[in-house]
């Protein structure tokens, strides 16, 4: 048993990270500042393990704050989830995307030397890659973020990299991301975005709910099978269960590794409305719209260091993603609001 702090626990991934530890049997602490979430998502992370988590509003800039939680609650590991994800957005505010994800983490790099805990998972981002040299993506594949959000996260990476070469006692995992989307199995948890959504799923579930009038593809003019972009949609259980396997992996292995979490298939967005709509039998009224800046033709993971090193499976399909997005959009129109 760990005592695990969680930072951005009350998020959509972190949710259901909280899921996977406490079903695991570890101790869990959650900061988060909510700014993007809702407190309510603990009280259902509580509900579906039927355990009891610690929580604390936070922003992870307050590296006193941190300290005093670390201190409070004996944290051994820390997974690292807190920040902002919106490429759009970073556009706009590239300050705001340096200080939490880049000011952040540095400010629980800080909290973690104070406090003796050497063992960190950080939330990384396939975004890290950039226009691809060649696919699928291995984790030595160049690394060229074409956004401010995808800078702040190698950034943070080559904090961690540095960090680990100052000191044999750090083990840090970088675990970078790919699609992920679907709900727990419950019903009870999911993504609960604010506003227009930004990515596809919680879109294609909004207008299957006719919340939304229809889904703009942005572009089909891509060099692809059918035109639309292809992405690695991977189901937020299997990437949950990812960071399990990372802690495991984290307990042996000092320095800086970094891993691919995707399931090694692509997907077009014509194949992803698809799988929605034969699935959970709905109509996803849609029309195709001009290209969205910056998006690349097509990129998924090769997730084989994952596999080998981590012992990580992804065990669900599309359907599955597809079946579990539904059931929670259906539960929850209005998410945890
Ligand atoms: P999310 O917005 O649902 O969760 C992030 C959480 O961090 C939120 O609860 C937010 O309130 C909190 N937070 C943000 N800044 C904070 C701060 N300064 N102090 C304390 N809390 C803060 O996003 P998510 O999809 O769950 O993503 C979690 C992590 O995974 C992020 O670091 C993101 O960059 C990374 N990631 C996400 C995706 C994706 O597609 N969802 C893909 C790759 C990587
Ligand atoms: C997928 C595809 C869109 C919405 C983003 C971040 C990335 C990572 C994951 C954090 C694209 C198309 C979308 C819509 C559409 N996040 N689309 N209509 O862009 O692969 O990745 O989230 O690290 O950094 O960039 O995911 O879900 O936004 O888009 O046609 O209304 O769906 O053009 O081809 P993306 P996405």
């Known amino acids: ?90 556009v706009q505010s590239p300050l705001a995307y340096y200080s939490n994800n880049v000011g952040g983490t540095l400010s629980l790099l800080h909290a973690m030397e104070a406090t003796g805990a050497r063992r960190l998972i950080f939330s990384s981002s396939a975004t890290v890659y950039g226009v691809p040299d060649f696919l699928p993506y291995t984790e030595t594949h160049p690394t060229r973020p074409s956004s401010p959000y995808g800078h702040s996260k190698l950034h943070a990476e080559r904090m961690l990299r540095d960090l680990c070469h100052s000191s044999g006692d750090w083990s840090i995992v970088a675990l970078r991301y790919f699609n992920p989307v679907g709900a727990h199995a419950s019903a009870e948890l999911g993504e609960d975005p604010r506003g227009t959504p930004n990515n596809l799923m919680p879109f294609i579930a909004q207008v299957a709910a006719g919340l939304r009038d229809r889904l703009t593809i942005f572009g089909d003019d891509y060099a692809t099978r059918d035109g639309t972009c292809v992405r690695d949609y991977l189901h937020v259980m299997d990437l949950a269960s990812g960071h399990l396997e990372a802690l495991s992996y984290s307990a042996t292995a000092a320095g800086f590794h970094a891993f691919n979490l995707g399931t090694g298939q692509g997907t077009s967005v014509r194949e992803l409305l698809a799988a929605f709509e034969a699935t959970n039998r709905v109509r996803v009224p849609h029309e195709i719209g001009p290209r969205r800046a910056g998006d690349i033709d097509a990129f998924w993971a090769d997730p084989a260091r994952a596999v080998i090193h981590l012992g990580w499976k992804p065990r669900h399909d599309l359907a599955d993603m597809c079946e579990s997005t539904w059931r929670w959009q259906l539960a929850h129109p209005r998410g945890f609001q």
Request: net charge negative; with cysteine.
């Open 1 to 90: 048993m760990l005592n695990v702090l969680v930072t951005g626990g009350a998020g959509y991934i972190g949710s259901h990270v909280c899921v996977a530890l406490l079903e695991a049997g570890h101790q869990v602490t959650v900061v988060d500042n909510l700014c993007n979430s809702s407190a309510r998502s603990m009280d259902a992370v509580q509900s579906v393990t039927g355990r009891t988590l610690n929580f604390t509003q936070m922003d992870i800039r307050d590296t006193t704050g941190l300290v005093s939680v670390m201190q409070a609650r004996s944290v051994d590991v820390v997974i690292h989830l807190a920040g902002l994800k919106a490429v759009g957005e970073s």
